[in-house]
């Protein structure tokens, strides 16, 4: 069955990213996309329907992951130098160490597994004790047990590969926190340097870790694209204030140190999804405010080819109430460092400030994934936020896929194999202008599937997200 595109809204502005030849590119890739356009023709709003529808403390006294890459030299951390040789050293360990093993499994690696699966456990008990218990929570747990059980197959593939492919080098350091590390997948085709997404993992704030961009950091790497999944704190060990902080310090190192993996400093993208999505363009535009005002900072805006959101919200004044109806986010305003902050930390909100123009003019080209079916946060999220952007003469769009749920653009579809709307979007975005990663992308063999069809269909009727 042929996919059909429904226009729903006009922007208020004219776009010039609508008939960028990134966009045509992503628009060429999907099963049918029926552009609604006003009297000047500029595009607007796209919706995609596809063929199918298928802690703690606030300071840790122990950090959360082993810190097997430390400096164990205490006497030269007594000298002058001893932060600067720090950070070198763990950083040339750390890639020393994943390069000299290989494809071998070693007792480091089983040790890093091990202490990644200890955090994982602690996450989830720190997720129930902030939810609290009553019946509508005990409801939506038994689902969600349910639902990563039927799930069960595709984790297992996704968390081997993830502990065992020697095409990832795992727990890179890019500060001095326990939880400022990164994981970077790359491709198996090394010859070029490779585009880049520096990808900050959702988690509803308090479960977010860099593993579980795993799948899609795989499945991109097979298009030959590096990947760096950027891990962060989590509340109650830090506030949204710390979650962007160190979300915009992983992007400062991937955009100064990707190269020596590989990477084109000149095609580097900045992803997000759910929760990092809302992180990810919190630390964008703090970073153009500060550029826009002069100061000093690591890395710039400009390094940044285009902000990709996927299922993320954008403007938490409206979301509070919509996530207290469901239940969700109990500790929102602890989260977000208090009510008076909602607006600080609500993108949408901010660009609308006059006092902020010149910052918006900085940021780079945004496009904003979101299904329709979406009930954990709603498309209109990324609607509202894209045509509040190109009213503001940034380029922008969204793209929202008919009938698709939280977790459809990123489990279902994906473990499903095959192709799917969004992952094919992405890339085409991607490679746009490289003639030949577009042609490798026409002959790309389908991916595999990672669980049974009928096991999805079930996990999606019972998911809680």
């Known amino acids: 069955m042929k996919s059909h595109v429904l226009p729903i809204s006009k922007p208020n502005t004219q776009s010039s990213y609508s008939s960028s030849p990134m966009i045509k590119t992503a628009a060429a890739s999907a099963t049918m996309l029926l552009r ?34 430390s400096c164990t030299n205490s006497a030269a951390a007594l000298t002058a130098n001893s932060n600067l040789n720090q950070k070198q050293r763990r950083r040339r360990v750390a890639s020393d160490t994943s390069l000299a093993t290989g494809g ?45 059980f039927l799930l069960i197959p595709g984790f297992f593939k996704v968390g081997y590969y993830y502990f065992f492919s020697d095409q990832i080098r795992r727990g890179v350091v890019y500060g001095d926190l326990p939880r400022n590390r990164l994981d970077i997948y790359l491709p198996k085709n090394r010859n070029g340097a490779k585009p880049v997404v520096a990808f900050v993992t959702g988690g509803a704030w308090i479960i977010g870790y860099k593993a579980w961009g795993s799948l899609l950091g795989q499945q991109l790497s097979e298009r030959d694209v590096i990947v760096a999944c950027i891990d962060y704190r989590n509340f109650p060990q830090g506030t949204i204030g710390d979650m962007v902080k160190d979300a915009s310090q992983g992007i400062s190192f ?117 299904g329709t079916a979406d ?29 698709k749920t939280h977790t459809d653009l990123f489990l279902q579809d994906p473990m499903r194999g095959g192709r799917d709307d969004m992952f094919e979007d992405l890339v085409a975005m991607i490679h746009a202008g490289d003639s030949e990663a577009v042609a490798r992308d026409a002959t790309a063999p389908p991916r595999k599937r990672l669980v049974p069809e009928f096991m999805l269909k079930l996990a999606r009727s019972i998911s809680p997200f």
């Open 104 to 148: 071998r499994q070693s007792f480091p690696q089983m040790g890093r597994a091990a202490s990644d699966t200890y955090l994982i456990t602690r996450l989830s008990f720190k997720l129930l004790r902030y939810l609290g218990v009553g019946y509508r929570w005990i409801t939506r747990f038994l689902a969600l047990g349910c639902y990563g």
């Open 36 to 69: 609604s356009k006003d009297d000047l023709g500029i595009e607007a709003t796209r919706i995609l329907i596809p063929s199918s529808f298928e802690d703690d403390s606030k300071t840790e006294a122990k950090p959360l992951i082993l810190r097997t890459l």
């Open 254 to 370: 991937v955009c100064n140190n990707i190269a020596e993996y590989g990477g084109d400093p000149s095609r580097i993208y900045l992803m997000g999804q759910s929760a990092g999505a809302h992180i990810a363009a919190c630390a964008l535009l703090e970073q153009a405010i500060k550029e826009a005002g002069g100061e000093k900072t690591s890395w710039s805006v400009s390094q940044l080819k285009a902000y990709f959101g996927l299922s993320g919200g954008y403007n938490l004044s409206n979301l509070v109430d919509h996530f207290h109806s469901r239940g969700d986010c109990s500790h929102l305003h602890s989260i977000m460092e208090g009510e008076e902050s909602l607006r600080r930390y609500s993108p949408e909100l901010v660009v609308q400030d006059p006092n902020t123009r010149n910052a918006v003019s900085l940021l780079p080209p945004t496009i904003l994934f979101h």
């Open 375 to 403: 009930y954990s946060i709603p498309a209109d999220s990324s609607k509202q936020f894209a045509e509040t952007l190109r009213s503001l003469e940034v380029q922008a769009e969204s793209i929202l896929y008919e009938g």
